[in-house]
């Protein structure tokens, strides 16, 4: 805002002369005529009324309350830009533990399926030997109620013709 009454070639000073500032422009005689000042070569010399000048103070507060509230918007937003990142870190850090700690169980959980399909493997030679070893391939010892016995007598048969 100070820029807009700053004449760019340097800093300016103001002079409020009591007299002139305390009767309306219109009417005021002491305004036109001369008068000796000192001028400065790198400066500029403004007459600036009392309500000029009271506005300008105004205008100085107003800029400067609404610099200081968007400084504190400003640094509340950091803090809360920071509170967030620090909430991720933590969400991503027990996010790759909890992914680490899951891989490792599946890892165990399928080392020990896999042991187990090994062993299965290793103990039946054919395949056809792990299907009858499910079932009773003698009469009267098969508890359910429907007949199995033509299924019984092809997988014997299967189970024979395999082992030749």
């Known amino acids: 805002m ?3 009454f700053d004449d760019p070639a340097g800093p300016i000073e103001t002079y409020i002369i009591p007299e002139v500032a305390a009767q309306p422009l ?3 005689d002491a305004a036109r005529q001369q008068f000796d000042m000192p001028i400065l070569l790198n400066a500029a010399v403004n007459l600036v009324s009392a309500e000029q000048q009271i506005r300008r103070d105004k205008l100085k507060e107003i800029e400067e309350e609404r610099i200081k ?21 933590q969400y991503l850090l027990q996010f790759q ?13 399928n080392k020990q399926t896999q042991e187990l399909k090994s062993q299965n493997k290793n103990e039946y030679k054919n395949s056809w030997d792990k299907v009858a070893s499910n079932i009773e391939l003698k009469d009267g010892q098969y508890p359910g109620g429907k ?11 299967k189970r024979k013709d395999l082992t030749k």
Request: without cysteine; positive net charge.
């Open 2 to 4: 100070d820029l807009f």
């Open 97 to 109: 533990t909890q992914l680490k700690n899951e891989i490792e169980e599946r890892k165990t959980a």
């Open 69 to 89: 509230l968007i400084r504190e918007r400003d640094q509340e937003e950091r803090i809360q830009k920071q509170q967030r990142k620090e909430r991720a870190q």
């Open 147 to 157: 007949d199995v016995t033509k299924m019984r007598q092809a997988i014997l048969n």
């Open 26 to 28: 219109m009417f005021n």
